[in-house]
């Protein structure tokens, strides 16, 4: 097998510079508290089910994971708040279904896009009306 010019340059490069990569590791997250930012009042229940993946989270990664509600404007106040927040993965925006219905509504009065501008990291939870659960009785 032969290499070209191009090919034997690539490879050179990338032998030289992987000396460098122990210096490069990144940090482990978490390495901070995070903030679970709620849009709702304290004892609704966006705000108790974020409390709750709060406390196993915490527990899990070793790390202080902070709820701190801020209610408002259908959820429009925390997730600006969010929205200013850096993007490093240390704030969350618990959402719910507001969070997109807000942007079809207000969409000419909004500075973010809730597909765009935000990254689901998981879900926790789904309300179901008295009507459907029924049926799964």
């Known amino acids: 097998m032969r290499l070209n010019r191009r090919e ?22 978490p390495n901070k508290p995070v903030r679970a930012i709620v849009p709702y ?6 705000d108790i089910m974020g409390r709750l993946i709060a406390e196993r989270v915490s527990a899990n990664w070793g790390t202080q994971v902070i709820v701190e509600p801020r209610p408002g404007a259908n959820g429009m106040i925390a997730t600006e708040a969010v929205l200013s927040a850096p993007a490093d993965g240390y704030t969350w925006l618990i959402a719910s279904a507001s969070h997109v219905s807000n942007a079809s509504i207000y969409k000419n009065e909004l500075r973010w896009d809730p597909i765009r501008d935000f990254a689901p990291i998981g879900m926790f939870g789904k309300a179901r009306s008295e009507e459907h659960t029924s049926e799964l009785q």
């Open 41 to 46: 009042p304290a004892g609704g229940i966006v």
């Open 8 to 29: 034997a340059l690539c490879a050179l490069s990338g032998l030289a510079f992987s000396g460098f990569a122990p210096l490069s590791l990144a940090q482990s997250y």
